[in-house]
């Protein structure tokens, strides 16, 4: 067997996966799903926090699926709180703000809106649409945790 | 953006302080493990908390003030208060107000952070002695210019 042959095979292989990240990454600020924001948070990353972005991206997560339900709930009363339901969109839009969510936070901006114009009907549209946005970042942010934990596992370093 | 207060009493409080400890208020859990890891990031010490009377407590300013162990007179002297302005329950300008008021810590620079750009709400945070306002979300080089200019202000 050829051993440097081999080195060079497992080279191309973390080169490859990385150039996939790259990429994968890219489409993501793109296509709008993550802004900015989400650079800075992995730039706050380093030797002494080193899954600080998974972390923070993870109570994102949680935060976000407490909210949607407590909304759905909300939405789903005789008397609607809209006082309620504004208060938990702003909280929403605050932490996808946060994290570089984009498309999260217009849609939480889009929410807020018809909070004002107090119609049911629409609020439930636009809670639909903030889970719907939500649900899709998530699964591209698992995607991307992924490929990163491939990279590192394949012996590579994450791109800055 | 920020805007900054000229009324300014404390004296370049980060200029002689190696590790200047910074009480962090924001109701959110996400923001306060931001703001904490920014401040970190700059040789900070952190205490956060998630509303204003737990803030007033650990400042030694809370209803439980006689028994408070954590007081501002004990060696866990606070440097600089950042708080968010929407929260529940007490806001951070009434947090700031109570602040100003009080004997012990009006001295402190209060700094106001908020998601929304409402000029009436940074007036009204500056002339109640706000040190500045910034808007949310926060980055590295907003608080950069933070220490920066808390270095530099000498009254």
Known sequence: MNVEKLGSDAMDGVSQLQKQLVDYTASLFDEAFLDEQFNQLQQLQDENNPDFVVEVVSLFFQDTERLVNELAKALDQQCVDYKFVDKSVHQLKGSSSSIGAQRVQRACISFRNFCDEQNVEWCIKCLQQVKHEYLLVKNKLENLFELQRQVVAAGGSLPR | MEASSSSS????????????????????????????????????????????????????????????????????????????????????????????????????????????????????????????????????SDIKKLRYHLMNCNS
């Open chain 2, 9 to 140: 009493s404390s004296k370049g409080f980060m200029a002689n302080v190696e590790q200047p400890h910074v009480l962090a208020v924001d109701d959110s859990l996400i923001d306060r493990k931001l703001i904490e890891k920014l401040l970190t990031n700059l040789s900070c010490k952190v205490t956060t908390a998630e509303n204003g009377a737990r803030a007033l407590e650990f400042l030694g300013l809370g209803d439980q003030q006689h028994n408070s162990l954590e007081s501002n007179v004990s060696n866990s002297k606070v440097n600089l208060v950042i708080t968010d302005y929407c929260m529940p329950g007490m806001t951070g300008y009434e947090l700031l107000k109570k602040i100003k008021e009080s004997s012990i810590m009006k001295e402190v620079p209060v700094v106001i952070m908020s998601s929304e750009n409402v000029p009436n709400r940074i007036d009204k945070c500056l002339e109640e002695g706000a040190q500045m306002f910034m808007l949310k979300p926060l980055r590295q």
